[in-house]
């Protein structure tokens, strides 16, 4: 693949994936605030609706320019995701973009030979606009951390969770910046599943801190993944075999992966007690299908 496709190819790939992160983190942000903090909840609005604009137009870029094996990922959306906006909406009053999943599902693969110019420069374009509006939306977070931690804001997000958000932030920026200068190459798989491996501990750690106190057994089962993750990020720190922890991030990822689908049908069906939204079950969902493409590449 000749570097212009595969810098046109991972760029879209990224924005495809993070872009809906990063607008469902400030919709989380905003669900969070109390009303005296209504200037944050509304700068967590404009943030959503800029990073739904990014996704919007890596959505028009994209059609027929992505690997089969990202479309049928269930990292971009999944069979829930139109159904946990629609819930979550309902529930905050916070409008999301609905008509954004549904573009996403049209969206078809394809492996092009070349890239004209013209997509070449309006993939530059969206991703130097990406990056100065990551460092705004990683500037706002901290802004929240310090008031939190400092007790200057009562937020309903735990901070390790707004600590959790700008890492994913910072990622996100990384990649986007590692491209412009010509790094095609990315993360390596070692740094990849010590970073992934840290995010499905946390997963584990917030579901098992926002569900109800009567939920017994999904408490524990929580419990027990973020232990088991815990073990692995430490394994995946020592130990030199590269291919035994990849499969031994893969083996604990599809399993986690079976309790966070099981967890987004039960509170989409009112059947788990929880303060969990519906699109931050899906959104954890999404970020586990990713790692496990990243996983099995």
């Known amino acids: 693949m000749a570097e212009e496709t595969k ?17 469902e983190h400030a919709l989380f942000l905003e669900a969070g ?6 200037d944050f909840a509304r700068e ?7 990073f739904e604009a990014i996704l919007r137009r890596a959505i028009c870029l994209s059609n027929g320019l992505l690997d089969r094996c990202v479309l049928d990922s269930g990292e971009l959306f999944t069979e829930f995701t139109a159904n946990a906006e629609r819930q979550t909406q309902c529930f905050t009053g916070i409008q999301i973009d609905q008509a954004i999943t549904i573009m996403e599902a049209g969206l078809r693969c394809g492996t092009p030979c070349c890239v004209p110019p013209a997509l070449w420069r309006q993939v530059r374009q969206l991703n130097r606009a990406a990056i100065r509006l990551l460092d705004g939306l990683i500037g706002f977070k901290e802004r929240i951390l310090k008031g939190v ?4 804001m009562f937020t309903m997000n735990y901070p390790l969770l707004i600590e959790h958000i700008i890492r994913e932030a910072k990622l996100y920026r990384s990649f986007v910046r590692d491209l412009e200068k010509g790094d095609l190459d990315g993360q390596s798989m070692r740094e990849t599943e010590i970073f992934w491996n840290r995010i499905m501990m946390e997963h584990a750690q917030f579901i098992r801190g926002l569900l109800d106190p009567v939920e017994d057994t999904l ?4 419990d027990t993944f973020a232990q088991e993750y ?10 030199n075999n590269a291919a035994l922890m990849r499969q031994e991030a893969l083996k604990e990822t599809l399993r986690f992966r079976e309790f966070k689908t099981a967890g987004v049908q039960g509170i989409a069906d009112c059947e788990i007690r929880s303060v969990i939204l519906p699109l931050l079950a899906d959104h954890v969902l999404r970020e586990a299908n990713h790692y496990i493409r990243l996983l099995r590449a």
């Open 7 to 23: 810098y046109v190819s991972l760029s879209l790939e990224l924005h495809l994936f993070f872009a809906r992160i990063m607008k």
């Open 33 to 38: 605030f109390t009303p005296v903090n209504g």
């Open 44 to 50: 967590a609005e404009l943030y959503k609706r800029e």
């Open 149 to 152: 931690l400092s007790c200057r």
């Open 219 to 222: 408490i524990r089962t929580s």
């Open 230 to 239: 815990a073990t692995l990020l430490a394994r995946t720190r020592e130990v």
